[in-house]
């Protein structure tokens, strides 16, 4: 009997036994061979992956804890600056392997106060100092800016610190302000 591509049944059976006996006898060496091919894959996904940055996890309470203000607040104006700097603790790798800063402009966003949470209750208004990208582009593991629309409306629960010139900021900083500044979705049945 014949099968497919002209090989015989006992050809197939000759191969299979060839196989099975060089697998019993090299069994102790397939513990190896898998190490070597886990090291290698593991090698590769660290490559593919060293585009990634380190980013602190604020949960609530540190949010809170850190902020000398905590509101519930909507924006009423956006103002550019001409304030341009290097957003802190994150850096764009080119592919030729060159590092550069990743620039912000600056921007200052006025918000009314509907509630305070945290720190003096005598603010009915606050400006928010905070950048957007000065080249926009798409990154990834890029910094977690914010912008504001006010003609939306929305409600933000905000963690801030006070600046020295008056102005708030992000508890979590520049980099990443979107930890610490929440849009209020109100959910309807």
Do not use: C
């Not at 050809?11 to 290698?40: E, P, S």
């Not at 977690?144 to 010139?165: C, G, I, S």
């Amino acid at each position: 009997m014949r099968l497919q591509f002209g090989a015989s049944v006992a050809g197939w059976r000759k191969l299979f036994v060839a196989v099975a006996q060089l697998l019993v006898v090299r069994r102790h060496r397939a513990h190896d061979i898998m190490k070597i091919y886990l090291t290698l894959l593991m090698s590769l996904f660290l490559a593919l992956e060293s585009q990634a940055r380190l980013k602190q996890f604020w949960s609530y309470d540190m949010l809170t804890d850190k902020a000398t203000l905590v509101v519930v607040a909507t924006p009423t104006k956006v103002e550019e600056t001409s304030e341009l700097a290097a957003l802190p603790n994150i850096v764009t790798v080119h592919g030729d392997g060159t590092k550069a800063d990743v620039m912000g402009k600056g921007v200052e966003t006025s918000f009314d106060v509907l509630t305070v949470l945290k720190g003096e209750h005598s603010p009915k208004t606050f400006v928010l100092h905070h950048f957007k990208l000065a080249k926009p582009e798409v990154t990834m593991n890029g910094p977690d800016l914010v912008t504001f629309e006010p003609k939306d409306k929305k409600q933000y629960l905000m963690f801030l610190q006070r600046e020295a010139d008056g102005r708030y900021i992000a508890v979590s900083g520049q980099t990443d302000p979107e930890d610490a500044i929440k849009e209020i979705v109100e959910r309807y049945p």
